[in-house]
């Protein structure tokens, strides 16, 4: 046994310092190779069933969020008061029918023999609005302003779903991926304790090793438990975004990756500016507000209609012998109303100053919010480069550090730090990957484009 050691220890380190350099050389592409691969263990899986990509992830959570069904209901019922509005302008014609008990002062104008008597009375009123100072065309405009602003809400629905499936999708592939290097984690610690153990079965190394060797297992397998319960975490809250049962398990392409884009942060604030919805919106606000000051000013218009009245009454129901017919025009103005409308008039036009500084606010929240997703993006851009190279020097580190331990030119330590350095650097790689993608979906909602 001990010229079995005394073999393997000298090829051991024959091999190290022949080859280091050649390792160092190839270390680089061998580990990112394989941490792209380890990243995409659940997508490659996925694509084996009906495994679905961003963009038809999307669509299906457009078809079935309840928030977007609410929206869409709000947008038809801003259409119906729309055609409330403008049905106000149009000609409207009223009947009426009265039956009734009469008798004492009725008796002597009508000539009714018996006191009480019956008396039956059929009414068609008529009346048209030539004239209201702007009421009705400033409700019409309003009416109209609110189908508009109702189609952007329905639209910054749509944009804040996407946003968040986007969110989600790639939540769910980044759990995975720190699943998979959680999952490689324990496997290297496994063949490391497995080693240890063969030294010390020699006597090549002291009980310490194997202590330390297992409690570094032991961790990395608590992680890998949190990491698994993150990923199932992750698909229950994609579940309901897309309205599927909570419990539905989830298949979707492994597609998480880094795409230049050339966004120019003076750029995306002026396509903000011009296509957000919910900006757009609040803008709409204020020419509402402007009519809502038309409309209260019209109390102290007259308004002018035409009326026509045909009315048919007697005492018995099959009998109307008794016929009338009226037809005019109706001027009314209101000398005094208690200050009503006045009160309607600073009311509208405080709802226009509420609804300016509301606009002048939102500005500043778009400009802040694109700043901020734009800067966002740009920071995880940088760390993808920073952390992609990093993993490349921690396998290496971690490969060299097992290899001197093999020959005992290295401590337990050593390896075991370098695994944890290891891992790290391939969690901080997926976490710049998630930020990028995400900040980007981020950037692209504060701008009105995603």
């Known amino acids: 046994m001990l010229k079995y050691l005394v073999r393997k220890i000298k090829l051991n380190y024959e091999k190290m310092n022949a080859g280091e350099m050649m390792l160092k050389k190839k270390f680089t592409t061998i580990c990112l190779m394989g941490l792209f691969i380890g990243c995409s263990v659940h997508g490659f899986a996925a694509e084996k069933g009906t495994a679905l990509n961003l963009n038809e992830c999307i669509d299906k ?3 079935q969020n309840e928030q977007i069904n609410v929206a869409a209901h709000g947008l038809e019922a801003a259409k119906w008061q729309l055609a409330e509005a403008k049905g106000a302008r149009e000609f409207n014609l009223i009947f009426s029918h009265t039956s009734s008990k009469i008798g004492g002062a009725y008796w002597k104008v009508f000539y009714i023999e018996d006191d009480p008597s019956s008396y039956f009375i059929n009414s068609f009123t008529a009346s048209m609005p030539i004239y209201t100072g702007g009421r009705i065309e400033g409700g019409i405009d309003q009416a109209k302003l609110g189908v508009e602003i109702s189609d952007l809400s329905l639209q910054n ?52 090793d194997i202590l330390r060797s297992e409690v570094a297992l032991a961790n990395a397998q ?23 049962p909570i419990q539905n398990d989830v298949s979707i392409i492994n597609d998480m990756q880094y795409a230049q884009c050339d966004y120019v942060l003076d750029d995306c604030i002026v396509y903000a500016l011009e296509h957000r919805p919910d900006y757009c919106a609040a803008k709409k606000g204020i020419l509402q507000a402007k009519d809502g000051i038309k409309i209260a000013a019209a109390g102290e218009k007259p308004s002018v209609a035409l009326i026509g009245s045909y009315g048919t009454y007697d005492t018995k129901f099959n009998e109307f012998d008794t016929k009338e017919w009226q037809a005019g025009i109706n001027i009314s103005l209101n000398i005094f109303d208690g ?10 036009n405080a709802k226009l100053a509420q609804a300016e500084a509301g606009v ?22 940088s760390n993808i480069t920073t952390n992609k190279a990093a993993v490349a020097k921690a396998q290496e580190d971690f490969v060299l550090a097992g290899a001197r331990y093999s020959v005992n030119l290295g401590t337990n330590l050593d390896v075991v730090d370098a695994q944890v350095a290891l891992t790290n650097a391939k969690t901080s790689y997926i976490g710049s990957l998630y930020d990028y993608n995400v900040s980007k979906a981020a950037l692209e909602r504060a701008m009105g484009k995603i």
């Open 222 to 244: 608590q992680e890998l438990v949190t990491a698994k319960n993150n990923t199932r975490i992750a698909k229950a809250s994609f579940n309901k975004l897309l309205g599927n």
């Open 360 to 381: 002048k606010d939102e500005t500043a929240s778009v400009e802040f919010e694109v700043q901020q997703a734009y800067l966002n993006m740009r920071k995880a851009e």
């Open 157 to 208: 629905t749509k944009q804040q779903i996407k946003y968040q499936v986007t969110q989600a999708y790639y939540m769910i592939l980044a759990c995975g991926n720190y699943e998979d290097a959680k999952a490689e984690a324990v496997k290297q610690l496994q063949e490391h304790l497995k080693n240890v153990n063969e030294q010390f079965a020699v006597g090549g190394v002291a009980r310490s």
């Open 61 to 63: 959570a457009l078809k």
């Open 339 to 348: 200050n009503i409308t006045k009160a309607k008039k600073k009311k509208a």
